[in-house]
């Protein structure tokens, strides 16, 4: 999540329901300083309740714009998958642009502006899986597994001492950062070099899951460019200037699950992204990765 939030990109969070997913997004926002907004999505949500609209002011005979929750700089869109596709498609120019157009009329967000979307894998009844064009807006899809044991017993006893989620205020987490020095973190990060090698590999790697055989539509070169500014952010996490491939391989999985379309009898056959994934990161010659 934080790679994403550096790289300028946005992430689907996908996992069973009461695993943290909405208390992450509202930690994460505390911490960052930003203004935060949730949007609990519906089958009855509309895409004015997104963006907001123009509303008649009769005392003064005019409309006026009411701005929804997308202008924000931190938005959670929990349970996304619960709302009809046009009221999806209401995030998908604010993600791609970071604008939003309302009756002829364009309007720019604010920096930074990164969505956190949740959704539930395990439930199908009431919900509209989001179309390809859509998964393709989310940089990273990240699937939150069920904790092991020993952070479970970490969790309980947590409560017992008094931890409550819906009562963040009392937990301590001042802000580590503002929003001013987070969009001068991202705009730094992009001078984090990589050189033509590195560039060339992402581009092959990217570029076979277009030809493997158990896809039917592989990643476009929006997935490239995640991949790239991903790996600029890993570089620099670990106090490099540069990237190495090993940066883009960490990254792959999250980048590519939700943009492969598998032919049915490969699904039939038990395939998966991953797997496809990880066969691609074998089979795909890595350059040197020793700095120029």
Known sequence: MLVALFAGGHVLLEGAPGLGKTLLARTLSRTLGCRFRRIQFTPDLMPADVTG???????????????????????????????????QAALLEAMADRQVTIDGT????????????????VESEGTWPLPEAQLDRFMFKVLLPSPPKAVEIAILEAHLRGFDPAALD????PPVID???????????RQVRV??????YIAELVGRTRAHRSVYLGASPRAS?????GAQVVAAAEGRDFVIPDDVKELASAVLRHRLLLHPEAEIDGATAEEVTAELIRET????????
Not at 106 to 121: C, E, S
Not at 184 to 189: L, V
Not at 195 to 200: C, L
Not at 285 to 292: A, C, D, F, I
């Open 53 to 87: 609209g123009n509303i008649f002011n009769q005392a003064d005979h005019r409309f006026e714009f009411v701005a929804g929750p997308v202008f924000t700089e931190v938005l959670l869109a929990d349970e996304i998958n619960r709302a009809p596709a046009r009221t």
């Open 106 to 121: 364009t309007r720019r967000l604010a920096r930074p502006f990164f969505t956190l979307a949740t959704q539930n894998p």
């Open 170 to 173: 009392d937990a301590d987490l």
């Open 179 to 189: 929003s001013a020095s987070l969009v001068r973190w991202q705009d730094s990060i």
């Open 195 to 200: 050189e033509k090698p590195v560039v060339e």
């Open 225 to 229: 460019v995640a991949l790239l500014s």
């Open 285 to 292: 010659p890595t350059p040197s990765s020793q700095k120029r």
